[in-house]
């Protein structure tokens, strides 16, 4: 197969990719029992595999929960335990911010290992502000908020202070997101918040108003508003937060989820239509603001750790950073404890274990070679079933290729360079090729080939 690259025509500069430590981090964060593999905690050996460049597949970005407080009060409808989170407030306003501490645990072992990029995000407000005391909606309770206008700020306030309690303990807190999916309507579950466009967007105002009172907390922005359907409103709800001057000074990007469900109204199916649409939107209307794809998964039953999943995985960060030009790309769960494709790594509550997925190993195809600011340029190949990008920094050149099909392909780079190969036998194999030799794109893989060289010829 014959790759063409041009290195003129670019595109968004990257910044990297993240998980989040959401409804497993308060579990795994207690395992202390030793790895025997690796010799240390079993907690540490998954934060490493994590976010290590150098023993892991180097994720920039840890999403971190701050919790409604149904742990503690026990409200709400919650089949799964560890779909409750802890807050910190205490019933007299004072905060104990030894609380929630496995999942506090497992996010400075992220910063420690290499996360450079923190983001706090909020599912539901704290249950003290919310309209019925829960962290979520009355079940038959539809296109509701759970948060009164007149708790806004208080709101605001508590998503603040624990923001600055974390930057004070040398966290490298980022971004605040204290609106996640308003679109759904969240009456159990899991916590969660409906709003309307508007309605987010005044909650933005409000967070945002607290933020800039914090002389210290002035290089922390805003996330949002992280809607969670990649086809529904994400126009109407970017138009209501950035119209707003005050929530536009303290926002960089646009944060999306990515999901996508099919539907059976074939029309709404053609995911990349969808992108390209809401591309060609903010490209009309904020050009100069980019956009970052803050959480996804592979929502479907079964757990899987082979390569059906890992290929769905690739194809979706494939399209979000060539169709969608996202700066930013985060994966959902890092670890999942259920009978489903979420998860990079699963875990065993039973034993205070852990099983790779190939799902681990295809996200690191991106994560371990593509570096921060990496800039994508024009990448094709004459193959139609290949997917392919390319990213070039300081003298390095990056590609990944996505081949989902059955059958071998070559491809010959021209110079010597390494590949990294992930398929159904391999998991992030590395060998070196040389400027005469085919590089071997195995059936069903995802292989990164990492060259040195500044440019070097085009290929056959």
């Known amino acids: 197969m014959k790759i063409s690259l041009n290195k003129n025509k670019t595109y968004q500069t990257f910044e990297g990719f993240?998980?989040?430590?959401?409804w497993w981090a308060q579990l795994v964060g207690g395992w202390d029992n030793c790895d025997c593999e690796s010799g240390i905690a079993v907690r540490d050996r998954i934060a490493q595999l994590l976010w290590s460049k150098t023993d892991g597949i180097g994720l920039r970005t840890y999403r971190y929960n701050i919790g409604a407080g149904s742990a503690e009060s026990g409200?709400?409808?919650?089949?799964?335990?560890?779909?409750?989170a802890e807050c910190f407030e205490e019933k007299n306003g004072s905060y104990d911010f030894s609380k929630d501490k496995n999942a506090v645990y497992m996010m400075k072992k992220a910063a420690e290992y290499g996360a450079d990029e923190i983001i706090l995000f909020v599912n539901s407000p704290i249950e003290r502000l919310t309209k019925n005391g829960k962290g979520h909606l009355n079940r038959h309770a539809y296109f509701r908020t759970n948060l009164s206008k007149k708790n806004y700020p208080a709101f605001a306030k508590y998503c603040v202070d624990v923001t600055e309690h974390f930057v004070d303990a040398g966290l490298p807190i980022k971004y605040l997101s204290p609106v996640n999916e308003p679109l759904w309507i969240w009456?159990?579950?899991?916590?969660?918040?409906?709003y309307s466009p508007r309605q987010a967007a005044r909650v933005m105002k409000s967070v945002a108003a607290e933020l800039r009172k914090r002389d210290k907390l002035n290089s922390v922005m805003l996330s949002g508003v992280e809607n969670g359907d990649i086809r529904w409103f994400n126009k109407s709800y970017t138009r209501?937060?950035?119209?707003?001057?005050e929530v536009r000074k303290c926002v960089d990007s646009v944060d999306v989820h990515s999901y996508f469900l099919h539907s059976p109204l074939p029309f709404t199916n053609d995911r990349p239509a969808f992108l390209r649409r809401y591309r060609r939107w903010m490209d009309r209307h904020y050009p100069d603001i980019p956009v970052k794809m803050s959480e996804w998964c592979h929502m479907k039953g079964g757990k899987d750790t082979g390569m059906e999943s890992a290929l769905e995985t690739a194809r979706?960060?494939?399209e979000d950073i060539s169709i969608l030009n996202v700066t930013s790309w985060q994966h959902w769960i890092a670890c999942s404890i259920y009978d489903y494709c979420d998860g990079l790594i699963y875990i065993n509550p039973d034993y205070k274990s852990f099983e790779m997925t190939k799902r681990y190993y295809v996200t690191g195809n991106f994560s371990k070679y593509i570096p921060f600011g990496a800039v994508r340029f024009?990448?094709?190949?004459?193959?139609?079933d290949i997917m392919l990008l390319g990213f070039k920094k300081d003298g390095k050149t990056v590609l990944v290729i996505i081949n989902p099909t059955e059958k071998e392909k070559e491809y010959y780079p021209g110079r010597n360079c390494m590949i990294s190969v992930t398929d159904e036998k391999f998991s992030l194999a590395e060998k070196n090729i040389t400027k005469d030799e085919a590089a071997k794109i195995a059936p069903r893989s995802v292989t990164t080939v990492i060259i040195k060289e500044d440019s070097f010829e085009d290929n056959k």
């Not at 993240?18 to 959401?22: E, K, Q, V, Y």
């Not at 009456?187 to 409906?194: A, D, V, Y």
């Open 18 to 22: 993240g998980a989040s430590g959401a």
């Open 187 to 194: 009456n159990g579950g899991q916590e969660g918040c409906h």
């Open 240 to 245: 209501e937060m950035l119209r707003l001057p």
């Open 378 to 384: 024009e990448a094709s190949c004459d193959d139609g």
């Open 75 to 84: 409200k709400g409808d919650y089949s799964d335990k560890y779909r409750r």
């Open 316 to 318: 979706v960060i494939y």
